[in-house]
């Protein structure tokens, strides 16, 4: 098995250093990233590809169709990614997140995000971004006016691989 998630960056990121990040961290994978509509053939273990978004302050997004279920990074690779991310390039992160990280939030809520930026992570609201838009009400078009707001700092620290939020307590 194997599973999908995404990470939206604010640098542009080449697929040669997104190669080189991850053969580093999973060493003995096979690790395809493209920045085209192709699948890799034969299919890694690992594919990424990057593509853009319509929000100039998170222009990148690298999506992973593959990525195997058990790793050294623990549940939530894509944290572990991210923060490699900032590490060696600088580059802040939206991450997904779930009830598991943050306490109280509607997992299939798409607004939400858990954001590192400068080094620090933050649960982060796009509605109404350019992020997550252009979209319709049926009418009239949106395309979002608003920028990625940080909400509240969170303390995330890894246990057994992945990180758990410290804080207790839920989101308003």
Known sequence: MSKCFEIVVSEM????IVEALLSGLLPDTSIVVTNGPEVPEPFPDVWVRLDTTNDSAWPWVL?????????????????????????????????????????GLNPQDPYWYLALVGGEWYLADACDTPLMGPYTDGT???????????????????????HKERESGSVE
């Open 13 to 16: 990121i080449v697929p040669q």
């Open 140 to 162: 009239r078009t949106i395309s979002g006016s608003k920028q990625v707001r940080l909400v509240k700092k969170l303390e995330l620290s890894f246990s057994d691989g992945f």
């Open 63 to 103: 999506q992973f169709f593959s990525f195997p279920d058990r790793t050294e990074l623990g549940s939530y690779p894509d944290l572990a990614i991210a923060e490699c991310l900032f590490r060696r390039q600088g580059a802040n992160s939206l991450c997904s997140t779930s009830d598991a990280l943050v306490n």
